[in-house]
């Protein structure tokens, strides 16, 4: 099967993003894909201009691409946050009054998957305080997720890129969307499989797969090391997408991987163009 069972969406947060925002939507159709995905694109802002929101709206439309995932507001990322709903005070508050905007956002372009960052540890603060905020905060997500039929995506990324971020490993994340299910009954919250993240951390990825694929709501990929293109480093990734679909995995895939010095556009040699187009 390889990378041909799959369908594949492109992150337009990490790819593409030597183009202005609203040129990156036509750019990935240019290269052949029908579907993309965005970390929350207004970095200092939670709550943007309606003619904002609308500007990009219009610039995914007119591309012809469809928008399958979406991050809530997660403070300065790339950068040195992680998430804002489990910091107390300011970002918390920031991260509220981003749900509906986001949700509002998801609906009016018929996004159904979430992604809802947890948030560094704060020095000084109780663990036990952020993590009580982080399920008030994912609580209310996931209520809103739902509203709109979309699942809430909870990620684990890797330590050494993110020291100060608690879910650093495949069951952290998934003992907190077992938490959110508990806590709302709607059963929407889902695990955000991402493979170099898990890789970095040294996990068993094929184990990984096997216990966690059904509770699995979105995948994403980058080669490791150097967060490179599928064929850059040294993980399985085909076998690894099969392994996904036997156990049951049939969602979309993110490229969430850096191009490097060539431009994005030539950064999808190891996809033949007939498996970009999914919708
Ligand atoms: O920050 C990252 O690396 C992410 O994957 C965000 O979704």
């Given at each position: ?22 040129e ?16 929350w ?20 439309e ?19 946050d ?6 107390p005070?300011e970002?918390s ?11 509002g956002?998801a ?19 109780d663990?036990a305080?952020?993590?009580?905020l982080?399920?008030?905060?994912l609580?209310?997500?996931a209520?809103a997720?739902d ?10 990324l ?13 069951p952290?994340a ?15 919250a889902?695990f955000l499989m ?8 040294g ?11 059904s509770r699995?709501?979105?995948?994403q ?20 997408l ?23 556009g ?5 996809l ?8």
């Amino acid at each position: 099967m390889g990378f041909a069972a799959q369908r594949f969406n492109v992150n337009l947060s990490i790819l593409f993003t030597e183009l202005p925002l609203l040129e990156r939507p036509a750019a990935a159709a240019a290269a052949g894909f029908g579907a993309v995905e965005l970390w929350w694109p207004w970095v200092g802002s939670p709550t943007p201009e309606r003619s904002e929101l609308d500007a990009l709206k219009k610039a995914i439309e007119a591309a012809g691409v469809r928008l399958t995932g979406l991050n809530f507001y997660a403070g300065q990322l790339p950068g040195p946050d992680r998430g804002a709903l489990s910091i107390p005070g300011e970002e918390s508050e920031r991260f509220r009054a981003n749900i509906d905007v986001a949700a509002g956002f998801a609906r009016s372009l018929g996004c159904t998957a979430l992604n809802a960052l947890y948030g560094n540890r704060v020095e000084g603060v109780d663990p036990a305080e952020q993590d009580a905020l982080a399920l008030e905060n994912l609580t209310l997500a996931a209520r809103a997720a739902d509203e709109i039929g979309a699942v809430l995506l909870i990620e684990a990324l890797n330590k050494p890129e993110s020291p100060r971020y608690p879910l650093v490993s495949a069951p952290a994340a998934v003992e907190v969307v077992d938490r959110v299910n508990e806590a709302t009954g709607l059963g929407n919250a889902r695990f955000l499989m991402d493979l170099y993240h898990l890789s970095m951390n040294g996990e068993d990825l094929p184990s990984v797969i096997e216990r966690y694929a059904s509770r699995t709501g979105h995948v994403q990929i980058a080669d490791n090391p150097g967060r490179g293109a599928p064929g850059t480093g040294s993980l399985p990734l085909a076998d690894l997408l099969d392994g996904l679909r036997k156990a049951g995995y049939d969602g979309w895939v993110g490229l969430e991987y850096r191009a490097g010095d060539r431009p994005s556009g030539s950064a999808f040699d190891w996809l033949p163009v007939e498996q970009r187009a999914a919708r």
